[in-house]
């Protein structure tokens, strides 16, 4: 499938995933494995990625993201419990889940992704 334009981000289907993840987003790329690209509930939890690192800025995102994830570990808490309490990550999931309790829905899952998700 390789890089595609989707709204306001790009997708790159195959492209690098750090080991244990299906996704990473970086600023408006959202890099997928070629198994998880068909999951709506995971690109809409990247396109709400892509609306954090619009809205909070390349420094803003990184120093809220990377400041939660150490703060976890720094406090005793492992790899995967101080993801799961990183606030960006929270949001971006319960994005994913409202937009998935909608039946897939609207905006977001490659219908214009982004923007002004809540």
Known sequence: MGIRRRGDHW????GPVPRGSDA???WSVISVRRDAADSAHLLRHEEEHVR???D???FGFLRRYLGAYVSGRVHGFGHRAAY??????IEAEDAARRF???GG???GAGGGGGGSLS
Not at 11 to 14: P, R
Not at 84 to 89: A, Q
């Open 11 to 14: 997708l790159w289907v195959g």
């Open 24 to 26: 990473i987003t970086v």
């Open 52 to 54: 954090q690192w619009h």
């Open 56 to 58: 909070l800025g390349p």
């Open 84 to 89: 799961r309490m990183i606030p960006l990550e």
């Open 100 to 102: 998935m309790e909608r």
């Open 105 to 107: 829905a609207g905006e």
